[in-house]
Nanobody
Framework: QVQLVESGGGLVQAGGSLRLSCAAS????????MGWYRQAPGKQRELVAA???????SYADSVKGRFTISRDNAKNTVYLQMNSLTPEDTAIYYC????????????????WGQGTQVTVSS
């Protein structure tokens, strides 16, 4: 079973920055689109940012200009640089791969990480 493992969450003051990372746990041949989602208490999970295999990106309006998503295909890792954080960014952040092919030929769709907590204090 392939897992996505997130890291980099934590507690930060408003205006601060954090960088999240997400890496696949096994040898991966390719990953199509990778994305970061978040879920705040009492709210639905929402897409924050996504990046295709070719590097094309998209962002939620609420994070445009503050967050940057990037990926290192050689390391099968996706990053989320978060700047100018506000308390409204407090949530559990989840990494997602919409389609993942392993080095031994197995395909997985809609793979999720376990989530990492981001808390922004005012």
């Amino acid at each position: 079973q392939v897992q996505l493992v997130e890291s980099g969450g934590g507690l930060v003051q408003a205006g601060g920055s954090l960088r999240l990372s997400c890496a696949a746990s096994r040898s991966i041949f390719s990953i199509r689109t990778m994305g970061w989602y978040r879920q705040a208490p009492g709210k639905q999970r929402e897409l924050v940012a996504a990046i295709g295999s070719g590097g094309g990106t998209s962002y939620a309006d609420s994070v445009k200009g503050r967050f940057t998503i990037s990926r290192d295909n050689a390391k099968n890792t996706v990053y989320l640089q978060m700047n100018s954080l506000t308390p409204e960014d407090t949530a559990i952040y989840y990494c997602n791969a919409d389609r993942l092919d392993t080095a031994w030929g197995t395909r997985y769709d809609d793979v999720w990480g376990q989530g990492t907590q981001v808390t922004v204090s005012s």
